[in-house]
């Protein structure tokens, strides 16, 4: 009877009977709801730690590495803190409560650890725009976000958007968020002191999100299954003002240690801090606020309810600390302590309901698995170009990736955002590759913050993918003048029991450690979201990056727009021959087909170093990154947010589709005025930068010649009407 029961919690048979190891008997309803959740891969990433191991947690600045958010050191004694998490199955069930609720748990994670919430990140991903159930998870989770950040007063800053029919099934919602903290004031997870009170904050718990984490997430959809019950309701109005009692909760010193109650709810929050500490743990379930009277002892110590955290504090400060809570309008109350014998016991009205090693529950069994790669990726990566002929109209292939949803001005959806609360936002969504961030508590620095990933190169090479993130979202933050400190990641890929899914998680990791590794970039904490398939399809890899970069002076920051008339025009690095993987030949043959762009670390790290020195310089007029749709899209892109045209000549024995359109790595266009080329280009050279000169800024037309031959020429204003309005477009 109970096996059922755990088998039907998500548990392994062996894993029941590791259990009964441990306890040395049966285990209770509440018990076994309280490993379930646990060992679940989204709580204790039984398959995937081994790998994470291989992430490095030091580079160039000085790092901390969180569970709940890890962060870098901008100036001695100042920490920015981040992390980035997914909400994808809820969101796939119930679009805007399911990403309003990933918005408020990753907020959580930030001010947790004694940081303000400063700015929030999004990286989604749709099907097909013009099918209407991609309309209305598009149209849900955007209004999910907006609703729920718009509410609290954190601004969401900066992401992106992507759409691919793989994503038909479970669309993904990744959220990042960044705050600040001065160093000494961090509180840790780590519960300690025998005797010390275990005080519960916030919204009251219901049965909303049981078995979220163990259940919905930790597990592909079937099919008609249907899922809503296990979906979270937030109350944003509740978080901002838990927000505010906790970091004045937090300023009083009476707080030993801090946890967000998200996914495994009590569970998680009492264990976790228990075993961290080596300390044990007892609470009375009796005492939970409750917003409905019969729920069991299992919904209990499972529910997700929103808007809640856990504190261990200094024993004699309780009064001190729940005046504060209820001064914000929300509870406070002591419903256990701190014990010395290392276990995790649960009460309910006196009577024990769970007893278990604290160590045992944050300690999941740990699964190798085996990988193998995916049988078709040699297919794909051996397809013949030559078959594929050159367009014939070239100004209507740029229409065409302009006005593709990829490409596409994403305004739909960040206009629908706060993003100047708090008024530290300097450089606002779509100005630049990066948002930017002026850090108030500095010394005039700012920081850049970013999310990068090409689904679609990682399926074409999970390894190559994965460091074409990292590398992208480092030449991101570098175009607004910043220099790549740390990154977070939110790794969503398939069912990890598939050797053939677990082979690109494996190579995808393998790629971000060495990536990270080269750039000496620290990955300071992060999320895997496993089992996003169901019976039609399984996504594209997609090991998500966020990353935050640091401006020495905030005033230095760039912007992709071309800004001055009679400006030059250049480009940083090397085009090749390449269309794998590319938007145009997605949009033109409807093939993903070929390698993705090949990657040189130490060429990307040049172009990188030539481009942050000429901006620390003052040298560059606008720095912009050649990534989706190529150099002319790159072009197009400065141009329609400077509102000036541009006149190019080309030369070159590629193909012109290639040259125009395909997505070789390791590109920055630049403007600069005419003065100070001399300048770069004694930068370049130091650096081993290649440095072209394509044309100037003039007039109202792009125009683009190659060989002498005009193949774009293209009014500025008409792109950009067909641009800003492409998924208005499609929405309506």
């Known amino acids: 009877m109970m096996l059922d029961k755990a088998l039907a919690l998500g548990m392994k048979e062996k894993e029941y009977e590791k259990v009964v190891s441990i306890l040395g008997r049966a285990p209770?309803?509440?018990?076994?709801?309280?490993?379930?959740?646990?060992?679940?891969?989204?709580?204790?990433?039984?398959?995937?730690?081994?790998?994470?191991k291989l992430f490095p947690k030091e580079g160039k600045y000085s790092a901390q590495v969180g569970e709940d958010a890890g962060g870098i050191e901008i100036e001695p004694g100042l920490m920015i803190v981040f992390k980035m998490e997914s909400h994808n199955h809820p969101s796939q069930v119930e679009p805007k409560h399911g990403a309003a609720t990933g918005v408020g748990g990753i907020v959580r994670d930030i001010f947790t650890c004694g940081a303000r919430p400063i700015a929030c990140l999004d990286s989604l991903r749709f099907g097909d725009l013009k099918t209407p159930l991609a309309r209305y998870l598009f149209h849900g989770v955007v209004e999910g976000i907006s609703f729920?950040?718009?509410?609290?007063?954190?601004?969401?800053?900066?992401?992106?958007?992507?759409?691919?029919?793989?994503?038909?099934?479970?669309?993904?919602?990744?959220?990042?968020?960044?705050?600040?903290?001065?160093?000494?004031?961090?509180?840790?997870?780590?519960?300690k002191g025998v005797g010390n009170?275990?005080?519960?904050?916030?919204?009251?718990?219901?049965?909303?999100?049981?078995?979220?984490?163990?259940?919905?997430?930790?597990?592909?959809?079937?099919?008609?299954?249907?899922k809503r019950p296990t979906v979270q309701i937030g109350d944003p109005f509740t978080e901002k003002c838990l927000i505010e009692a906790c970091l004045e909760a937090l300023k009083t010193g009476a707080i030993v240690s801090l946890k967000d109650m998200g996914a495994a709810g009590l569970t998680c929050t009492t264990c976790e801090q228990a075993a961290a500490g080596g300390v044990g743990m007892e609470i009375d379930i009796g005492k939970v606020p409750l917003r409905e009277a019969d729920m069991e002892s299992f919904e209990i110590m499972m529910s997700e309810s929103q808007e809640r955290m856990l504190g261990v504090i200094e024993?004699?400060?309780?009064?001190?600390?729940?005046?504060?809570?209820?001064?914000?309008?929300?509870?406070?109350?002591?419903?256990?302590?701190?014990?010395?014998?290392?276990?995790?016991?649960?009460?309910?009205?006196?009577?024990?309901?769970?007893?278990?090693?604290?160590?045992?529950?944050?300690?999941?069994?740990?699964?190798?698995?085996?990988?193998?790669?995916?049988?078709?990726?040699?297919?794909?990566?051996?397809?013949?170009?030559?078959?594929?002929?050159?367009?014939?109209?070239?100004d209507e292939a740029l229409r065409t990736l302009l006005t593709s949803p990829d490409i596409a001005h994403k305004g739909w959806v960040f206009e629908q955002y706060d993003h100047m609360v708090q008024t530290n936002t300097v450089v606002l969504p779509g100005a630049g590759d990066a948002a930017v961030l002026r850090i108030k508590e500095s010394s005039g620095k700012g920081i850049a913050v970013t999310t990068d990933c090409n689904s679609r190169y990682c399926f074409l090479d999970p390894y190559v993918g994965a460091q074409i993130a990292v590398a992208e979202a480092a030449r991101n933050v570098v175009c607004v003048g910043a220099e790549p400190a740390g990154i977070t990641d939110c790794l969503c890929f398939g069912n990890p029991e598939k050797p053939d899914r677990f082979y690109p998680f494996k190579r995808a990791v393998e790629g971000i450690a060495d990536a990270c590794a080269f750039f000496e970039l620290p990955v300071v904490s992060g999320n895997v979201s496993f089992y996003n398939e169901t019976v039609e399809s399984g996504i594209h890899p997609t090991p998500i990056i966020g990353?935050?970069?640091?401006?020495?002076?905030?005033?230095?920051?760039?912007?992709?727009?071309?800004?001055?008339e009679g400006d030059l025009v250049i480009l940083l690095g090397d085009s090749l021959e390449e269309l794998g993987g590319s938007e145009h030949l997605y949009l033109s043959r409807e093939l993903e087909a070929g390698k993705p762009p090949a990657l040189d670390l130490n060429k990307e790290l040049s172009v990188q170093r030539c481009c942050l020195r000429a901006a620390q310089a003052g040298l560059l007029s606008s720095a912009h990154d050649c990534s989706e749709g190529g150099l002319a899209v790159a072009i197009a892109e400065s141009c329609m947010t400077g509102g000036h045209g541009v006149a190019l000549r080309l030369e070159s024995h590629m193909r012109r589709d290639a040259l125009l359109f395909g997505e070789t790595q390791s590109r920055i266009v630049v403007s600069m005025l005419p003065c100070r080329l001399p300048a770069l280009q004694s930068i370049a050279a130091e650096c081993s930068t290649p440095l072209t000169l394509l044309g100037s800024v003039e007039g109202d037309r792009l125009t683009m010649m190659v060989n002498d031959l005009e193949i774009v020429n293209q009014l500025v204003a008409e792109l950009d009407n067909?641009?800003?309005?492409?998924?208005?477009?499609?929405?309506k």
């Open 547 to 564: 990353l935050v970069g640091v401006l020495e002076d905030v005033e230095r920051r760039l912007t992709m727009a071309f800004r001055n």
């Open 148 to 191: 729920y950040g718009n509410c609290i007063g954190v601004p969401t800053v900066a992401g992106e958007v992507g759409f691919n029919p793989c994503y038909r099934g479970n669309c993904l919602v990744g959220v990042m968020s960044v705050g600040v903290v001065r160093t000494a004031d961090i509180v840790s997870g780590i519960g």
């Open 315 to 394: 024993k004699g400060r309780e009064a001190e600390i729940i005046s504060i809570l209820e001064k914000w309008d929300l509870n406070g109350v002591v419903i256990g302590r701190v014990t010395d014998d290392g276990q995790m016991r649960v009460l309910r009205d006196g009577v024990i309901v769970a007893e278990m090693p604290a160590a045992s529950l944050a300690d999941p069994p740990t699964y190798y698995l085996p990988s193998e790669e995916p049988s078709y990726l040699r297919d794909v990566q051996a397809f013949d170009f030559s078959t594929i002929c050159e367009p014939d109209d070239f």
């Open 197 to 226: 009170p275990v005080i519960y904050f916030g919204n009251s718990t219901g049965r909303d999100g049981i078995g979220g984490c163990s259940i919905l997430a930790s597990h592909e959809f079937g099919e008609g299954e249907e």
């Open 28 to 52: 209770t309803e509440t018990e076994l709801a309280m490993y379930s959740v646990e060992w679940s891969e989204h709580c204790g990433y039984p398959r995937s730690r081994p790998l994470l």
């Open 722 to 731: 067909l641009w800003r309005g492409a998924i208005a477009c499609l929405m």
